[in-house]
């Protein structure tokens, strides 16, 4: 017999035809039982084409071998992915690792996902067999089942527990942490359609972030190619945990039944797949415009629907029995378009990439001329401007997929807003926060969700927004997202409410497995055990709306005199003690009924402390009174690390400064052999929107030094955010602060030992010309040096370089260094030798081989970086996060519009901490005076900014900036 001509394969065709009444009925039966007849006699009637042919009394028809597979592929066509019908009375996940001991967690509070994220329930949860299989209460009969079973029994203590985490977006795995170059499989060049390219395909297993992104609570992400094509390929739902087998596919979640070979089981119920599509500019990295992507876009939906069309027809003949007509045809198949013809046949989910509405308008006509649904619209910058359009949307209106305040750097991201995951959910769409990890590495994603909260999405929708919503855009959602019976036991133990400022993991549970079993979190204060309440921002909100997502930033409401009433805390920079002290502490105000007062008169602080000693003021007519409900005023804090001032845009270089040309690199030789050494303030805008968003978030000032390529960054200039010129009054504070230069492996870089000899020679020798007139300043110890650098062992080259300097020239330099990802293993030595450190990013993460050695802090180790370096007695301050330097040596890209969110920067450092260690206090120190310190910054108290915010502080969600009092400017800014 042929290969392939098995009596039982055709046998078991043989009751198989679709349900058939009629007359024809019988000769269709009788044909084919002398079919089989035939075919048991004899193989000499196999006709080599894969058919037989068999003649019957009245007619000859025609049936192929494989008729079985036939008509159960034609039949499969047209079931939708889900669960298999017995995924309900499951026993053990098929996820279950053997040996795994049953958890019993007690006395939790337990978000379960239901009532839209509404409910809460308080009791146990107990999980098994990677099952969760009892919440609330477990009944002593389950419990009696384990006796003889090892049974983890963890006392929550009253704390939230919700479901693992479940990112939409992520890259982690095919964009590799530490970044490599040989490394970076999110891409391929290939043509802007390449729908058979699957993410599996290039998962690394050993990625240092998984750890890190579970300690943040995440276990289940969506791992998507990147979005330099139009249609890039396959993502996979994978769970972070390691698994003893060790491979990409043994971490997959329901992966589609295709995806280890064309030998599909057909008759197994469908699994969802994903295809990430983009949209706009990431592609035309292949195309021209965006009319190109688009035509290629439909060039390759018109294959596809083609090929379904086809295959619909061929089927139809099958399902109907009238093999005579399609003869010797087979099913039209076609492996590199199959998955898009999965797409309209609703199997594949459609994940696409696309930012403005022109973006969104294109694509869900797209949807609608091809009638395939979207799942859901990723970073969507403008979505929130077109609710319409999404609603449109062929067949289903798409979730929304967002960052809540990384935008603007790219034009797509201008109109990004932060109320627009609030405006959205008003529309009734679903919301998700998602990391595009490592863009936010997504150890911080709730972190996302918690700032969505503070401007203004309500608690309920926020927690859904990383946990059931996400789950139910994968098809997910039967066994994710929820805290319920018979879902995966994948679980999240908390130290606080999840939307609670530095909410850590206590416990992280991936299929019932405890994944930090020595997990080192310290209690939190009681206030973080609730949401906090967040400030109103309906009038902000209309009004982002009312301007088409511009609305106008620069403050307008300047009153000479402010009494700022209801004031419960007062911090201010102590001159004499050189850090910030709770004025009203000392003041012995703080346990008082009657709230404390500030009074502002031009931008002078003329009078602090109990409501009666400034009540005078309060009936001056010129006074204009502002009521802070319980808030604070406090020291405006300063940015280092971010480049405002030097970019509207990031990725747009005609609105950025530029890169100084690197001495070590070759610079025009019009400046001559001595060189030259660049000026921010020569670069500087003012005025930009993530400036202007930073100063109404608290951050007055910057000190900003220029972006640069390899070594040599400048001299930094310190400016206020809030001022609208460079020659306004109190816009520039130093036009001179520091030397900058960076000490990083990379991309066309000189090497280390080059750029270290290169210092050497300029502080310990003359150097002519101009470079070497600027690092003379550095050499007599007058001007600060401060080095970006993240690598252990370049720091300590840097410590034995200063000490060299220091003995050859008899005098002590300034030296500080920033960036300092890996500085705990020298924290010792930093103190010694009297350098500090601006830490960036505040939670550090693996972006270069420089950066690998982490201090993670809890949950994964009971110090924090900043922590740990304070106990060293190490000064330390704190920049904003960004994306770790991507091919350039600064300390970090893309920070601009995270700028703002140094508050809670802060405010999680002092909480990552552990508790005892930082007040708040010498938090606003870590993030104003510290960093003017190790800048060189010398001020004096009459050129520091304060902040009034109500409500709460700069450092807790629940404050909001109301007013900037800046003496240098002689003004208050009212917001
Ligand atoms: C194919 O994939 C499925 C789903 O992940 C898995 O259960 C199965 O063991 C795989 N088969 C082979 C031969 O690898
Ligand atoms: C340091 O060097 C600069 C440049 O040579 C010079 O102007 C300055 O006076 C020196 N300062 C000290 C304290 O030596
Ligand atoms: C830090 O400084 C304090 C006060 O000077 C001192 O008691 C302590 O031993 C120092 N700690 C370390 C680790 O150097």
Redesign the pocket.
Known sequence: MQPGVRKAAVHDGLPAPAPCTGPRCKSTRRTLLVLFVLLATTSTLYLGSGVLQVESSDRTVVVPLDAQSILTKCRSLQVKPGPPADFYSRKQSDRYQAGTDAVLIRNAKIWTGHRSGREVVHGDVFLDSGIIQAVGHVSSGILNKYADITTLDLDAGGAWLTPGIVDLHSHLGVLASPRFDGADDGNSNKGPIVPWLRALDGLNTHDDAYRHSMSGGVTTSLILPGSLNAIAGQGVVMKLRPTKERSP?SM?LE?PVS??GSEVPLDATPRFGHMKHACGENPKAYQDTRMDTVWAVRQAYDNARTLKNDQDSFCEKVLSGDWRSLGSQKYPENLQWQPLVDILRGKIKVQTHCYEAVDLDNFVRLSNEFQFEVAAFHHAHEAYLVPEVLKRAYNNTPAIAMFSTFARYKREGFRHSEFAPRILADEGIDVIMKSDHFAIPSRNLIGEAAIAHHYGLPEHVALSSVMSTPAKVLGLDHRIGYVKEGYDADIVLWDSHPLALGATPTQVIIDGILQFPHAHVAPKPDAHQTAPMTPKWDVETARTLEHDGLPPLEPKFRPHMVVFANVSRFWNMDEAKGRVVDVFAVQGLLNTENLGMVVADQGRVVCAGAATSCASYLSSTEATIVDLAGGAVQPGLVNYGAELGLSEIFTEASTRDGYVADPLLGQPSFFGPGGYVAKAIDGLQFGTRDALLAYRAGVTTSITSPSHTAWLSGISTAFSLGAPHKLARGAILRDVVAVHASLTHGDSQPSISTKIEAMRRLLTKEVDGEIGAWFRQVANGTLPLVVNVHSADIIATLISLKKEVEAKNGNAIKLNIAGATEAHLLAAELSEANIGVIVTPSRSFPYNWDERRTLPGPPQTADSLIGYLIKHNVTVGVGPRGIGAIGHPGVIDMANSRARNLRFDIGEAMLDAGPGLIDKASAFSLGSVNVEKLLGLELHDKERDLVATAGGDLLDYEGKVIAVISPRRGLVDVF
Do not use: C, V
């Open positions: 596919t997959l992966p995806i280890n």
